[in-house]
């Protein structure tokens, strides 16, 4: 999809100056009982010196055109003549006051200054000065220095039945609702570890980087829902408090999830999380969940046997994993890990992009929290959370310019953004129990108080609840029960 | 397009060559240093006999596949077993399927999964 990348900060339209000739504005003494055409002043003959002196300025500078500067009729400025006070401070009506200002439009705009000059030495003139060129109010322009504060847009921090409830968190459980002390790794292929909302130095534990933007900014886009910074521009992570570390699927030259998966254990501890933001191509040609390779299912056991969650995106396959087809695969299995399927967001509504992918602009996707059309489910599906225009760093239809630190998207979707939100919520549990128990809850037990306090999944048209993707995390029911 | 975003899906990394996953038969491992796969009871055969020149082995999980079975765990254990078959760039690993299955160390050889993110 084609779409205009916005500059960084404030955007300015870009306003060009209005068209048109500078001109004079000058105002004739009220007690001057002087009329003017479009080539000439005249008057009666005792004002005949002042008509003379006012001619000969325009003749000197070639003036091109004189003019009523509120468009007054000629029968409005002829009765100037006879309606004239005796003195310039007498009051006079709006209409004469308004008949005695002249536009003055010289042929060249360099005898603006010149003209001016000698049109205010003349005796029957009241004020002249250059009429000055509006323009709009200017706009703050792209050269802020600032990014601006998305974090109104992260509809997912709220309250539940909405949001998982992480604002809430924050406030109860201060630093240590934050993941303090927990260390999550991101398997993919790539990120932006420059971005200027995510923690500096974020260390790439193993593997290799796909050199392709579109794997940057999904990497980039994912460490932001989780760990970006909090302050007054930019977004703000579930896990702020946490520290990321992020480990490619590419080891030697070749996808490899399973040593992915395997090495991040070997360097992350009991409490920490692992989440797997990959998905591939199942039996019936439609995108499926890792754990469906033997190996990865292996993988995530050893990880988490050794204490350490793993969060893993169900997939954008609208695949059922309680198939035959599935029967004794991964798919209906327990591996032990978090399977996060994709449900609508309260938000709830497709943008102008809606028919680019057969849908109506602007129109409804659903029920809140019913499974999203591409999401996977199944029995082995854990726990959902916002699949649609999710707001974090990354991409930059929010907020693009030249530099890709500065990028913010407001549309990261799919399991992709599903699973950032669980994980993030995860890493805010266990630093909880860290700081309140002094351990870590095991994986097993995260997973179960996700579900069993969470925000239920709702039906929908065509998307019954047996398609089940599970409910959305509600963290301060979570954390009441640490 | 993608379903989700209306974005073109990521493209696959340049570059990257074609291979093969390989599960060895309980029992057996590869022997990095010999290049060869070492059953329980002492016997070894090639896993590459056969391949493209240039052909590599390399577990998928090189710490698993170098520890001593005993100290392993069971998913540990089926871990080691895995095997990524890296072919010479321009093969066609389809191709190469049938042989690799037929090796008295293989218990099975797969295509790898066609990965992607779920965007």
Redesign the interface.
Known sequence: ?ARKQAEVGYVSPGISPPKGPDYIVMELRHDSRVAYSPTAFAGPTEVRKDTDALNKVLSAFRVKRVASHFGMKATQIRRRVTAAPPSHDRPVSGEFAHAGFVQIIPRRKEDLAALTRELNRLDSVWKAEVAPRPVPAPAPTGSSTVSRNFEPAQGYLHSPPNGIGAMEVWKQARQSGTGRGITICDI??NWNRLHEDLPKRIPLIGGTL???L??KN?GTAVLGEMVSRPGPSGTVGISQGARAVVQS??I????????AI?NAT?KLGKGDVILI?????GPNGK?VA?Q????VF??I??AV?KGITVVE????G?EDFDLPIFNNTGLQKDSGAIVVGAGIPPTNFFDY?GS??GFDRYGKIGVPRSRI??SNYGKIVSVQAW??HVTTTGYGDAQGGVSQNRWYTL???????A?PIVTGSVACIQGLAKAKHGQPLPPKKVRSLLISTGTPQEAGPGVPLSQHIGPQPNLPEVFRLV | MLPVTGRKPVPLPKGMPPYVVVRLKRGWRYSESRRVCVSSEGQETSLCEGLPRGSRIVPVVPHAARADPKSLSKHEQNLARYMHVILRKGSVPSQYLGALRERPCVEDAQLPPEISLPE
């Open positions: 999809m993919e292929g796909i050199n392709d579109g794997w999904h699927a590419v030697n030259g070749v996808f490899n999830t399973a040593g395997a070997s933001e990959l998905q591939a191509t995108y890792m469906y390779w033997d190996d292996s993988a056991r050893v046997d995106a169900a997939g954008n609208d992009f680019e992918w059309w591409f699949g649609w549309r990261f979707s799919g399991t992709s953004s699973s």
